[in-house]
């Protein structure tokens, strides 16, 4: 009780003057409430209790853990040293909105942890209000449950038992993700640094699997239809949004009818046409039954937008995936030196592209 009132007093503190006191005493006591009712991994795998197979999971963790900083190189810290059970499948849920008029995630700013293109709530009936309160305001939202995420080393992360709904590949990628935030982060560039973590989480874990023979196949296949479908999706949001922009729609309704119609005739055919040629039937297909809108497209534009422009730099850099990570880490120490400088991904992809149109140009 003494953390948590000296948690709540200092968010007081720090945030007096701030509209949304409400929703960071709420977060707040949602994330310190997580980690007082979190217990040792330890004591967990010898309470009878539990279940084997929730056990399991816990010494994948553990696994994953050990393999990712062993990989690294780098010092094994505290988080997932404990685990909490929750009493709900997902740990928050994602509010995600955008302007009727663009396929752009609105920002939510806070001093000192910046700005993110969403707002996490640790109950489900707080994010469906601030949905409709957006609603009524004529902001376009999407809200989804998380199963995962990283406080930044705000926090020490525990375990939580919505990740033991993953398969083990999911839930190695799913922990490489994580742990990634923690070796690499860049404050107020959350689209980056979920593109960053989304490729060295997966690539981690395919080198992780690369000998199970079981898997190897599925990962291959599950991976060329994500690619494909990221690259599609992509395109068309980006399509959607410079038509958008260039239109006078007046107002939510306006715009509604036009993104629901170009959903339904130039997107959802489009996803359609992408699982049928990987042989993935309308029932499986979870982009064709995913609820697409300006919010949902700028979300997916959040974790997939610079997949392509990674792509690109990771093929032009040598070496193997620790080479490629501490280019990047060289790339971002030059960047911070700089005397003039915008943000680390226009430096990073925009100095990259100039040196590659450079290059042609003298051949």
Known sequence: MV???????????????CAKLGYLVEQGTGQVKLLTTAKENDEILKDVRFSKKHKEKIKKIQTYKAYFYKYWNKKETSIYSKTTILHDPAVTYLVISSDYNKIEARKECFPIMGCFPYLGFFKKSSAISYASDLKKKGIVTYTRPVYAYSTLGYFTDTILSSFFYFDDFELAELIFHELFHTVFF???EVELNENLANYFGKQMALEYFKDDTRLKNKIKEESLLNKAMSKELVTLARKLDVTLRSRNLKNLDEAKIFVDRFV??????????ICTDFKVTDEKCYYLNKKWNQASLAAFMTYENKVDELLVLRNRISGDLKAFFHYIENEFNEFENAKEKDNFSKWLFGKNRSNHEKAHSLN
């Open 186 to 188: 860049i404050k107020d």
């Open 264 to 273: 339904s005739e130039t997107i959802r055919p489009k996803i359609k046409t």
């Open 3 to 17: 953390t948590l009132r000296f948690f709540l007093l200092s968010l007081l503190f720090l945030f007096s003057s």
